[in-house]
């Protein structure tokens, strides 16, 4: 299947200040990329769905100033906490998605730990 | 919310063929059952997809009923290796074929 990094694996940053993630997909073009965030012994929850070159959809209860994203190219997505708090710690994972023939195929990264402290 | 309902938890020989179901009775007829694995702090990987007919890949079958209202994974011989969360989803056509995730079901294959 095809690939999708992210940068970092982990991070740790101190409460307030802002952390990025960066998603990749690295052998096709994806039109479309989503991120989720997973908290301990829970299932994924889906936060936004990003075009590239538009702006970022996001689920009800996410909120968009905090949790920007930027798709900037077929193969980039970004995420930035911003001011982050010990609450925004969890697990985060993006997703790329391509279509094959008459339906989608959708690939996920291994994820960015997140720790605010 | 997510459209699929699968057991929280299921046991499993090695060797031995690893069988989850998952009830889907509300789907569409557009939309298509993706099956993906997440093994323990790692990103869900990808096992199979299907629309209606029957599936088959080198890692999984999937079997869909003909009223499409319920689908099984089938692992033919599964291994340690294949412990994970095992999750059902729908792709909800008319939300931007978005995949949206449910409790799953946590698959353990004992020696």
């Known amino acids: 299947g095809a690939v999708v990094s992210q940068h970092p694996s982990w991070v740790i940053c101190k409460s307030g200040t802002s952390v990025k993630i960066e998603c990749r997909s690295l052998d096709f073009q994806a039109t479309t990329m989503f991120w989720y965030r997973q908290f301990p012994k829970q299932s994924l929850m889906l936060m936004a769905t990003s075009n590239e070159g538009s702006k970022a959809t996001y689920e009800q209860g996410v909120e968009k100033d905090k949790f920007l994203i930027n798709h900037a190219s077929l193969t980039l997505s970004t995420l930035t906490v911003t001011s982050a708090h010990p609450e925004d710690s969890s697990f985060y994972i993006c997703?790329?998605?391509?279509?094959?023939?008459?339906?989608?195929?959708?690939?996920f990264g291994p994820g960015t730990r997140l720790t605010v402290t | 919310d997510a459209k699929t309902t699968q057991p929280p938890s299921m046991d499993c020989a090695e060797g031995r063929a690893a069988n989850l179901p998952c009830n889907h009775s509300t789907i569409s007829g557009n939309e298509y059952v993706y099956w993906y694995r997440q093994i323990h702090s790692q990103g869900p990987q990808y096992i199979i997809h299907g629309l209606k007919n029957n599936e088959t890949n080198e890692m999984a079958s999937l079997i869909i009923t003909e009223d499409r209202k319920s689908s099984t994974l089938i692992l033919p011989h599964a291994t340690l290796r294949d412990t994970a969360v095992y999750y059902c989803i729908v792709r909800v056509y008319n939300q931007g074929g978005k995949l949206i995730f449910g409790q799953g079901t946590e698959l353990s294959v004992k020696p």
């Open positions: 997703s790329a998605r391509v279509m094959v023939g008459f339906s989608y195929e959708q690939y």
